[in-house]
């Protein structure tokens, strides 16, 4: 009989770089010549079935004529295919393809290729290195960033995954022009999310630059890949695993992503956040965090970048205030809710504590006037 003590103290550098550019797939190449990720000289592209044609066959021939060993794997897209058969599907193909521990996952896509593929990275032969090619404002908003990776179940989204950071985020905002209207009003929904919990700046810039934003002007589409990332960075620099901080970026989303599971996706993320974000302002407004006029301002914006506004005929209100307790936020049976402070910030119940419980009541009442 004996006790051993196993000693396993880590310091962890998990820091990397974000960058915003237009056209950075020879950056990307350069980066992996100049040993973004050591000597790996092999590179498993995920991607799915849009994306493939639009920027990732291209990536690959560019890393096959630099001499690498590259392979494309590619599922179906939407947020229906985010799932663990997805995973499973993929980590197949790779051992088939002969993938082992001696590889690097580049995910090029939208947020649900930066999820999944992050998460399958972090599982695949105990943990590979990955980057992410970001495609959509969505994923340069928030998906890529911030190195939360995970998949949907049936029951809700994002249940099963991983704190994963990735070795290199890029942001090609040239990759914005061939996203649909809709893809663009749906990233929109977390940068209006990024400017309610720290900016009123980017709220007024918003406000004033819409229909550049909507026309994808170049400027201004700067602007915000750049303003969203240093929102977002800098709050995961301060909280990494969501213990205080982090639950700001859960804005909106305790109603938002119980809707989008109900909906069945037939809402976009972003359509969902929308409505989640107009459930937020009335909350605030009755907890007396936001004036009247600071609510309506925001329902105007979301309305301004063509975002729902209303919970659509199709849904049923009663599933939906069930299904608000698969939030991750829930502890100890109750729903908690992060509460905007006018614009631009958030309330801090306690120190470090951004989330205050709501009764089942309160939630279904603000859920039924929308
Ligand atoms: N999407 C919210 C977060 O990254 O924490």
């Not at 950071?165 to 990759?175: N, R």
């Not at 980017?202 to 969203?228: G, R, T, V, W, Y």
């Not at 859960?250 to 409505?275: C, F, K, M, P, W």
């Amino acid at each position: 009989m004996g006790i051993f003590n196993v000693e396993l103290k880590k310091v962890v550098d998990d820091s990397y770089k974000i960058e915003i550019g237009f056209h950075l797939e020879d950056t990307l190449i350069n980066d992996l010549k100049n040993g973004l990720v050591g000597n790996i000289s092999k590179f498993a592209l995920i991607t799915d079935s849009i994306v493939e044609n639009l920027y990732a066959k291209d990536i690959l021939e560019r890393l096959k004529k630099e001499g690498y060993t590259a392979d494309l794997f590619v599922f179906e897209a939407g947020e229906k295919q985010k799932t663990r058969q997805t995973k499973e599907m993929i980590e197949d193909a790779m051992l088939e393809r002969g993938y082992r521990r001696d590889c690097c996952i580049i995910a090029i896509g939208g947020g649900v290729v930066t999820d999944l593929a992050g998460f399958l990275a972090g599982t695949f032969g105990r943990g590979v290195p990955f980057i992410n090619y970001a495609t959509t404002l969505l994923a340069a908003a928030d998906a890529s960033v911030g190195g939360k990776t995970a998949v949907d179940t049936p029951l809700a989204t994002n249940l099963i995954g991983l704190f994963n950071q990735p070795k290199k985020v890029y942001l090609d905002i040239a990759t914005w022009q061939t996203l649909p209207a809709r893809q663009i009003y749906s990233g929109l929904a977390e940068t209006i999310k990024h400017a309610c919990i720290s900016s009123k700046e980017l709220f007024e810039f918003l406000e004033n630059n819409m229909d550049a934003i909507l026309s994808i002007d170049k400027n201004a589409c700067e602007h915000i890949a750049n303003e969203n990332c240093k929102i977002k960075y800098q709050v995961v620099m301060k909280d990494e695993l969501e213990s205080g901080l982090r639950e700001i970026l859960n804005l909106g989303h305790t109603v938002g992503r119980a809707i989008e599971t109900v909906s069945d996706y037939q809402l976009l993320h972003g359509e969902a956040l929308s409505i989640g974000l107009v459930a937020e302002v009335r909350l605030a407004t009755d907890l007396g965090y936001m004036t009247k006029e600071e609510a309506d301002k925001v329902v105007v914006l979301l309305s301004k970048a063509n975002l729902p506004i209303t919970i659509p005929e199709y849904i049923d209100k009663e599933q939906l205030v069930k299904k608000l307790y698969t939030d991750k936020k829930v502890k100890n049976g109750r729903l908690r809710f992060v509460v905007q402070k006018g614009i631009g910030d958030v309330v801090e119940f306690e120190e470090g504590v951004f989330a205050t419980p709501i009764d089942e009541d309160v939630a279904r009442q603000i859920i039924m006037s929308i």
